[in-house]
């Protein structure tokens, strides 16, 4: 995502999946993922963000291009890489007839992991998601909510150096939504994660980094800030608050400072827009001078267009208006 | 943002993998209802054959040497179970398609071994449940029904049928990992299983057939039989299961999954 002498956690050039001829999931995909970056993975329903993680998984075999995960190319075969991989798929299913410990068990051994290294470590992971009341039933009946931290436990077993996690708030209440982005901010400090998520507020919140998906095609991957700054800067709101009077004479003396792009006034909220390249500390400095002469009270600010659910729908409305045009900058990523 | 270590870890037990999934495939394979219908239906054909034949034995005095019953027995029961046994082996990687796929291959397992677990699992169960069924028949036979039968013959027999069951579950297993439905997998097999029995049956005498081996079993369990010959059937269905495992081993290290 950005030039570095680290090794790539995950590298992927030209990626393209194609299913038998029929439907393109994945497009000429190209994306590096740093170590400790946590990338937010969106895009709409089909974009091919489950394609693009079991790519990265060696689930799938690319059609064209290649993926490398710790330098390495990863392929349905490559057992070794997989072992510094956590997984959680979109609908986690267990094998039935089995218990968290048996599972964890299970995924531990399906890891390499000797009995010294996964007994303590499966049973510290049972007590941390919350499941040790439930030790002894039966996987296949569990709640999602219980699906769910079980396959949180089994995605950590291993100790991974790279998570990805699909979807990994998907059917939990609150309560649990909240605890697992608590989780996942601790994690983020020590692993790399890649979390594919429809909820855009979890990735605002827990994310440093997003690459967005739109038919296959990789329209945007960058620094969520980029992503939220790309597409409406210095695009203010104010809520003021005084005399009509006083507010309509501002509003007049606002349009006049220089730099200022446009002014819309709608009731007592005042919309701005400056020029993108403006040192826009200076031009809000005067207009809340020219406020305060007016008696105007600012009741609240804030940046429009700042917010990534608004970037991301505004990015992905922008790269479906392109059209044909698409053919000749088929990677708009920054 | 710290650079997490990213060495290879060296903790890892190399077949431990192979071995998970070879358990947690025999304790499934014990409990799938497939398995335990073929179980069942053995054994009610065997003793419903076998009290049929003790009562006209006892009651119409009509004697027949346990062989001749044995190989009757043992057409039938053939017959009969390739069709489950077919359900039971290209199901073990079909059915686990997806989803649950996601949850195994995902980890720290190569297809290699996971193929190779789910192979030999399905063996171990579909040969030692045959081998325990066909000789607590035999002994019963022996004992019910007259003592021609011979150790060594008995013994030829089973493992002659052994290896043509390895060889019909690695073809099994193989469709399975080759074929995207286990629905489609198991009804290709058994067509070309049945029909390749029949054309094989209407060659010259010349040439070899499973059909043939079994008419030669009534000989072979009182201990006439050539070695060579079936030495050549075990060899034979040993190098048939190695060729479609091959197969189907590298067709599923290349496919989506």
């Keep these: ?334 | 943002m710290e650079n997490p270590a990213l060495e290879v870890h060296s903790r890892y037990s190399r077949f431990l993998p192979y071995l998970a999934v070879l358990s947690t495939d025999l304790r499934q394979t014990f409990r799938n209802w497939v398995y335990r219908l073929w179980i069942v239906a053995t054994i009610l054909v065997a003793i419903g054959f076998l009290l049929y034949r003790f009562g006209l034995h006892q009651e119409a005095g009509m004697v027949r040497p346990a062989s001749v019953h044995s190989s009757e027995l043992f057409r039938g029961i053939a017959l009969g179970s390739l069709a489950l046994i077919v359900v039971l082996t290209v199901s073990a990687v079909a059915s686990e398609r997806g989803t649950l796929a996601d949850s195994v291959l995902s980890r720290g397992i190569s297809r290699y071994q996971y193929f190779m677990a789910k192979l030999h699992s399905r063996a171990i169960v579909i040969v030692l449940t045959f081998a325990v069924m066909s000789s607590f028949m035999l002994v019963a036979f022996h004992f019910l029904l007259g003592e021609d039968l011979s150790l060594a013959g008995v013994t030829w027999a089973v493992l002659t049928i052994s290896c043509l069951l390895i060889a019909v579950v690695s073809v099994g297993v193989a469709m399975g990992a080759i074929t995207n439905s286990s629905v489609v997998g198991i009804a290709v097999l058994w067509i070309a299983m049945y029909g390749l029995g029949i054309l094989m049956s209407l060659l010259p005498q010349t040439f070899p057939s499973p059909e043939k081996v079994i008419a030669r079993l009534p000989f072979v369990l009182r201990g006439e039989y050539e070695l060579n010959s079936l030495g050549e059937w075990v060899l034979g269905s040993l190098f048939v299961a190695f060729v479609a495992s091959t197969i189907g081993l590298i067709a599923f290290a290349r496919r989506d999954v």
Excluded at chain 1, 144 to 160: F, H, K, T
Excluded at chain 1, 325 to 331: G, K, L, N, T, V
Aim: overall charge positive; aromatic content about 4%; hydrophobic content about 40%.
């Design chain 1, 1 to 334: 995502m950005t030039g570095s002498d680290t090794t790539l956690v995950v590298e992927t050039e030209r990626l393209t999946k194609i299913y038998g001829n029929s439907h393109i999931a994945l497009n000429d995909v190209t994306l590096t993922i740093e170590p400790g970056c946590v990338l937010g993975l969106l895009g709409p329903n089909g974009a091919g963000k489950t394609t693009f993680l079991r790519l990265v998984l060696g689930l799938h075999r690319p059609t064209a291009g290649r993926v490398s995960v710790f330098g390495k190319p990863m392929t349905p075969n490559a057992a070794l890489l997989r072992r510094r991989i956590g997984y959680i798929p979109t609908n986690p299913q267990f094998p039935r007839g089995m218990t968290p410990i048996t599972y964890l068990d299970y995924i531990g051994r399906l890891f390499g992991l000797s009995r010294d290294v996964r007994k303590p470590r499966l049973a510290a992971l049972v007590r941390a998601v919350d499941l040790l009341g439930h030790s002894s039933a039966d996987v296949s009946q569990f709640s999602p909510g219980m699906v769910s931290r079980l396959a949180v436990a089994a995605s950590l077993i291993n100790e991974p150096d790279l998570l990805i996690w699909d979807e990994p708030t998907h059917g939990l209440d609150i309560e649990a939504r909240r605890s697992m982005l608590e989780l996942i901010k601790s994690l983020s400090h020590v692993k790399t994660l890649i979390l594919s998520s429809h909820n855009l507020s979890d990735v605002d919140e827990v994310c440093n980094h997003a690459a967005v998906l739109s038919q296959g095609q990789l329209i945007f991957s960058g620094t969520l800030q980029e992503l939220k700054g790309r597409i409406r800067k210095n695009h203010y709101e104010m809520d003021l608050e005084g005399d009509q009077k006083g507010v309509t004479k501002a509003v007049s003396q606002i349009k006049s400072v220089a730099d200022v792009k446009q002014v819309t006034l709608r009731q007592r909220r005042l919309e701005l827009v400056l020029n993108e390249q403006c040192n826009n500390s200076g031009v809000l400095s005067q207009i809340f001078n020219t406020l305060s002469d007016n008696r105007i009270t600012l009741v609240g600010l804030r940046t429009v267009g700042q917010q990534t659910e608004q970037a991301y729908l505004d990015l992905v409305e922008k790269e479906e208006q392109r059209g044909f045009a698409r053919i000749f900058q088929p990677a708009e990523a920054a």
